[in-house]
């Protein structure tokens, strides 16, 4: 039979979605709804006159394992292949990440010289807590935070200072709040399969989806990718998906589209519209984050809402800064901060040295990103409706100045407060999901639950949430 299914979110998890549904004789229509007047969701680029691109968003999208592959997939589905910009492994920006400890930066360590010394912030070689690791007993618990995970296994210097820094990068989130199972899986199933999670990754972690690689994944593959970018940023991707789903028949996109209103109607949905209008579907597929979703739910789906509701999520400022000429005293990725050294103030990436490609054509320019807010936002900044922008940027460049040195003022600047913008997946989120999708099962709801909310944040993490909805829809296509 063939169904009409609407894509509730137009962000990247939900153009995804849509983009596996078209690949499928057994869908008729596909109705993609988004509330605000573009589809991409976060992945947001300003792209000056000059040439110059500054992410809003995600800046750089890693090529590794079958998610990895699966969006240079799409990539090339798409046709953006030569827009791609890759770094290697051996590019300054690989090797290079910082952690800001105690008014310095130090480098993070890198290459077995590193594993072996002891390198400052840490005060002992990496190596003793990795072999000390294999031999600690597996945890006990169904789950734990990944600070205590790691504060178990590796000590508590690793899990005060580096988890509490990539928590902070990845998450913008508290390593004492977040779950192991649910953030880390790979750290999760290691210490489950193999006992240590030296020894899992080691061994392989065995498992997972198969994703047969395109020549580009193959490429990344063999070239030793660790990021890539786009020439014109990564609103690119959005772009190229919906314009390619505009060329079919069978596919409706419509900005400013807020749901009101979802109600069963017969086997299916009718969904109410802000402005008035309403449609019909067989199946949502939901890409919204959890919160949005609960207070579209009808009444009766109260215990599937109050289970949505649940699920976190932060703030985060993100301020694009442009100064004149090479500022940087070190070359590299960029630099975390941990939450013991400046709770707000999450890190700050040198957008220049992994893709110079985004620098105005012209004149040299040094580009940075700072990060700030996430759990700490609150405490720091107040609440993100009455924060100024002015605000936010005097505290990027103050931390700019501080931790880098830099004595001259940003030439450029440009602030975005993304509210809401990173699901938290605090400790006990496996069971939420469980119950959630327990309820829907039993209570036969035509809905599926995609996006960022539920099963990883990451760019390749929702593009494959998207995958995995449609599929489980008209099976694999």
């Known amino acids: 039979m063939q169904k009409i299914v609407a894509v509730l979110g137009g962000g990247i998890g939900g153009l995804s979605a849509c983009h596996h549904?078209?690949?499928?004789?057994?869908?008729?229509?596909?109705?993609?709804?988004?509330?605000?007047?573009?589809?991409?969701?976060?992945?947001?680029?300003?792209?000056?006159?000059?040439?110059?691109?500054?992410?809003?968003?995600?800046?750089?999208?890693?090529?590794?394992?079958?998610?990895?592959?699966?969006?240079?997939?799409?990539?090339?589905?798409?046709?953006?292949?030569?827009?791609?910009?890759?770094?290697?492994?051996?590019?300054?920006?690989?090797?290079?990440?910082?952690?800001?400890?105690?008014?310095?930066?130090?480098?993070?360590?890198?290459?077995a010289g590193g594993v072996f010394r002891t390198v400052p912030p840490f005060s002992r070689p990496i190596i003793q807590s990795v072999l000390k690791e294999i031999l600690i007993s597996k945890g006990k618990e169904e789950d734990e935070s990944v600070h205590?995970?790691?504060?178990?296994?590796?000590?508590?210097?690793?899990?005060?200072?580096?988890?509490?820094?990539?928590?902070?990068?990845?998450?913008?989130?508290?390593?004492r709040k977040l779950s192991v199972r649910s953030c880390f899986p790979p750290l999760y199933k290691a210490e489950q399969s193999r006992g240590s999670i030296v020894l899992g990754m080691l061994m392989g972690p065995g498992g997972g989806p198969e994703v047969v690689p395109s020549d580009l994944a193959k490429r990344a593959s063999s070239e030793s990718w660790t990021q890539w970018s786009l020439k014109r940023g990564m609103q690119t991707l959005p772009e190229a998906l919906e314009d390619k789903l505009r060329m079919q028949e069978r596919v409706e996109i419509h900005h400013h589209a807020k749901v009101k209103s979802l109600n069963m109607d017969g086997g299916g949905w009718e969904i109410k519209l802000d402005d008035g209008t309403s449609l019909k579907a067989d199946h949502v597929i939901s890409t919204l984050p959890a919160?949005?979703?609960?207070?579209?739910?009808?009444?009766?789906?109260?215990?599937?809402?109050?289970?949505?509701?649940?699920?976190?999520?932060?703030?985060?400022?993100?301020?694009?800064?442009?100064?004149?000429?090479?500022?940087?005293?070190?070359?590299?990725?960029?630099?975390?901060?941990?939450s013991s050294e400046d709770p707000g103030l999450l890190g700050v990436v040198y957008d220049s040295v992994p893709f110079p490609q985004h620098s105005q054509s012209g004149k040299p320019t040094t580009r940075l990103t700072v990060m700030m807010g996430g759990a700490w936002f609150e405490q720091t900044f107040g609440s993100p409706d009455s924060v100024t922008e002015q605000k936010l940027l005097d505290r990027a460049t103050q931390a700019v100045t501080s931790h880098l040195g830099v004595t001259s003022q940003p030439v450029w600047s440009f602030v975005a407060l993304l509210k809401n913008c990173i699901p938290q997946y605090h400790l006990g989120h496996w069971k939420r999901l469980e119950k959630m999708r327990q309820y829907i099962s039993n209570h036969n709801l035509p809905l599926t639950l995609a996006g960022a909310s539920y099963d990883g944040v990451s760019v390749n993490d929702v593009i494959f949430s998207g995958r995995t909805a449609a599929e489980g829809l008209v099976g694999k296509v």
């Open 148 to 175: 205590a995970f790691v504060s178990r296994r590796l000590g508590s210097e690793m899990a005060d200072i580096a988890i509490d820094s990539l928590c902070r990068g990845v998450y913008a989130g508290d390593c």
């Open 21 to 111: 549904l078209s690949k499928s004789p057994n869908v008729s229509k596909m109705v993609l709804l988004e509330e605000s007047g573009r589809c991409g969701g976060w992945l947001s680029s300003t792209r000056r006159d000059d040439g110059a691109v500054f992410e809003q968003g995600p800046r750089g999208v890693r090529p590794a394992g079958a998610v990895g592959r699966n969006t240079l997939n799409m990539v090339s589905e798409v046709g953006l292949e030569s827009e791609i910009l890759p770094i290697t492994k051996d590019h300054v920006a690989s090797m290079n990440r910082f952690l800001y400890v105690k008014g310095q930066l130090h480098k993070m360590p890198s290459g």
């Open 291 to 338: 919160s949005a979703l609960a207070s579209v739910l009808p009444p009766a789906s109260h215990p599937l809402a109050e289970q949505l509701r649940s699920i976190a999520s932060v703030t985060v400022a993100v301020v694009n800064l442009e100064y004149e000429g090479f500022i940087l005293p070190v070359t590299g990725f960029g630099h975390l901060v941990p």
